[in-house]
């Protein structure tokens, strides 16, 4: 971030009217600057930072004839910020700036913000993926071993918006689930085709899952994308294995049930059967098993159109009633 940091105190000693002094003066030179004392204040939150120097350095200092000091700089700033991405990609993020006085105790350096305008934007700060929202500054005072300092601090609650990951994850492989729903159309036996199409499907949701896992930091905590890209692999890998079972089912020998023999003995012992012309027996041809396997597999994929969309649906609901109810949540505690 690029700010201007803007510094004011009084200082007894450089009370220009004195001197018959009535004017401010402007002081830009770095020498000069230099000799004059300024508060010693660091970032505490700094991760980087530099100051610019082009094609002067960016330091001002002003003096008041009573001796009040106003000395403006120009820093960019790398600020640490601590997240939790448990909601991401639905999630909102609370990031600080924190300054105070690295050396100098409270007896020595009391800050405080400017009573009016403590700080002002030039123009709406746009952040990608992002919705800016700033919220009031505070001050704080810190025990440690070397004295009682003083701080101030402020906070920017960033607000994820979701239509980027709407069309560029949720979209894509939600399309990618349904993909795997057309093998139950496909015949049994055109098993090419059905296991390109779960292989191609299972692929594609494993490249999407990913991309968007190189774009995180790794965390060891479950965030509500992998709660979707598990699903949404789940889905997948339970269609291809219902063709599994459909093959199994198709291929598997049909057992036709026969009578007990002990009692087919006595049965022919004590009443002979009479003579048959063999209208009334079934008989068991290739064929007509081969029906009975065909209806077993088509059995197995019509079941399959209807239960594997109600699952996912039921899925659906769960996954976003939690997690938008999640998300509101933060941003009333964050807001």
């Not at 700033?134 to 601090?153: A, C, K, M």
């Not at 993909?179 to 499907?201: C, E, N």
């Not at 009443?271 to 197995?300: C, F, W, Y």
């Amino acid at each position: 971030m690029d700010i201007y940091l803007r510094q004011s105190w009084v200082d007894p000693r450089l009370q220009l009217r004195k001197y018959g002094i009535n004017e401010t003066v402007t002081l830009n030179g770095g020498d000069l600057i230099d000799e004059i004392w300024t508060p010693d204040i660091f970032f505490r939150n700094l991760k980087s930072g530099n100051f610019h120097s082009m094609t002067v350095p960016n330091k001002l200092i002003k003096l008041s004839p009573d001796g009040r000091i106003l000395f403006s700089m120009r820093l960019t700033l790398r600020l640490s910020c601590h997240m939790s991405f448990r909601l991401y990609p639905l999630d909102s993020q609370r990031c600080w700036v924190v300054l105070g006085s690295y050396a100098m105790t409270t007896d020595q350096v009391q800050i405080q913000w400017k009573e009016d305008m403590p700080f002002t934007i030039e123009k709406e700060i746009e952040v990608p993926e992002f919705q800016l929202v700033l919220q009031e500054p505070g001050t704080f005072y810190r025990d440690i071993d070397t004295g009682v300092f003083s701080f101030l601090n402020v906070s920017f609650v960033l607000l994820r918006q979701n239509g980027y990951h709407l069309l560029q994850t949720y979209l894509p492989t939600f399309l990618i689930v349904m993909m795997s729903w057309v093998a139950f159309w496909v015949p049994v036996q055109a098993a090419p085709a059905r296991t390109i199409l779960g292989v191609v499907t299972l692929l594609s949701l494993t490249s999407v899952a990913s991309g968007i896992r190189a774009k995180l930091p790794p965390v060891s905590y479950v965030k509500a994308i992998d709660i979707w890209i598990g699903g949404c692999s789940v889905m997948v890998f339970c269609a291809f294995l219902e063709f599994a079972v459909a093959t199994y089912l198709c291929r598997m020998k049909v057992r036709h049930r026969q009578p007990k023999t002990h009692f087919l003995a006595f049965w022919k012992t004590e009443h002979p059967e009479p003579q048959s012309n063999g209208k009334d027996q079934v008989v068991h041809t290739p064929e007509s098993d081969q029906k009975i396997q065909l209806r077993r597999s088509h059995a197995v994929d019509r079941y399959s159109r209807m239960i594997f969309p109600c699952v996912f649906l039921v899925f659906n609901m769960a996954y976003w009633i939690y997690y938008l109810s999640q998300r509101a949540k933060m941003e009333i505690k964050l807001l």
